[in-house]
């Protein structure tokens, strides 16, 4: 091949690369994104539910929470903050991993969010505390408003809510916190109140640190998956969404030393993995050459229901073969 047409075949294949290129997801919005908590309402669009980091954020200093859409799982539209700590009484920072439920004609919104600091140095010094509120609204896209303005309860110290409604419209909570990890709790028809008290669940012996949990259902078995150790995203099956659940492996490994957080769909037919990647963003932040942005892997099950183990893309959700 002559050189002219090397060259030519290489910037062909890099124009190719970068046009189809879909990690991490285009919100439109120049915005850094993370923690997507994904949804397929009865619109038949796809929601994000996410949480939005400030530029060169100090130790997760977060204050509003943005929802974004799509129907082509290419575009995407940024319906903006829905939800902001300004807008609560009881807390002004830590808006974190955030979730999303339908239930009775309303739409949900789960969020933690709390106040204070954390001391890295002198941890007793530290005042931080976070919580978990619920708003509601009429529409996927808000706005939302505080349901009980206050949080679902005060102690332990709780984050990162999965709001699961089964088939029978039982409202599961299950979140990350002191003493509540691998626990799960029932709210109440009015979405208002947890209603009884918290499950410890059967993990079958398997009970590493973790984050941000997420259930799902398919083919009438539960799905139990999160980042252990804050990082690698492994899973669980169970019969029933209290378990007992069964340890099933890892379907993302880890990426740098950063936290990944996730949420699995099906749309239109085919399972998505959404979750967030640590990407290089330059030395404008001092304190961070990487920031977290939003990205997308298709996901695939085995014959007997087991995840086939996801590896991180380029063109993510314009990958061709599948
Ligand atoms: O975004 C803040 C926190 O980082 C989330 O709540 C965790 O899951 C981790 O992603």
Redesign the pocket.
Known sequence: MKLKEAFLSVFVLLFSIIIHSQNPLNFGSNIRT??PSAHVWQDGRLYIYA?HDIECQED?W?KDWHVFSTDDLINWTDHGAVLSVEELSWADNYA??PDCAYKNGKYYFCF?AGTGHKDRVNPEKSTKWMGIGIAVSDSPTGPFVDHIDAPLWTEPYA??PCLFIDGDGTPYLYVHGKELDYKVVELTNDMKSIKGDFLKMDMGGYKPPM??PWIFKRNEKYYFTM?EN?KVLTYYMSDSPKGPWTYKGMIMDQEHSS?N?HSIVEYKGQWILFYHRWIYTGDACENRKRQRHICAEYLFFNEDGSIKPVVRTDEGLTKKER
């Open positions: 993370a923690d949480s997760f977060m974190w991993a933690p984050n990162d984050e941000g980042p804050n936290n957080h």
